[in-house]
Nanobody, 124 residues
Framework: QVQLVESGGGLVQVGGSLRLSCAASGGTFNRLYMGWFRQAPGKVREFVAAISRFGVTTNYADAVKGRFIISRDNAKNTLYLEMNSLKSEDTAVYYC?????????????????WGQGTQVTVSS
């Protein structure tokens, strides 16, 4: 059973940056395809970014393309999301997710394992 724990969320001003981390355990991390999703109050959960097992392939939602960077360190069993030029509309709970089979996916129902989420609040 794969466990995922996110960290790094917090309060940041518009235009600022944050880096989220997701520590994985209970599985072979380099066999997992990983993704980040977010859910704002009153809205459905939405795709943010995804990455293949060795980081060769990435995919981003249009809303974050050019501002966010997804990466992974397989030696540390950790997934990252670097968020730059943050906007108020980026405010949400951010979740990392894992799936044991490829390819990279933008659909949340393709993912088998989820973290508990970390709150990101962007204030103006």
């Amino acid at each position: 059973q794969v466990q995922l724990v996110e960290s790094g969320g917090g309060l940041v001003q518009v235009g600022g940056s944050l880096r989220l981390s997701c520590a994985a355990s209970g599985g072979t991390f380099n066999r997992l395809y990983m993704g980040w999703f977010r859910q704002a109050p009153g809205k459905v959960r939405e795709f943010v970014a995804a990455i293949s097992r060795f980081g060769v392939t990435t995919n981003y939602a249009d809303a974050v393309k050019g501002r966010f960077i997804i990466s992974r360190d397989n030696a540390k069993n950790t997934l990252y999301l670097e968020m730059n030029s943050l906007k108020s509309e980026d405010t949400a709970v951010y979740y990392c997710a894992a799936r044991p089979a490829g390819p990279v996916s933008t659909a949340d129902n393709d993912y088998n394992y989820w973290g508990q989420g970390t709150q990101v609040t962007v204030s103006s």
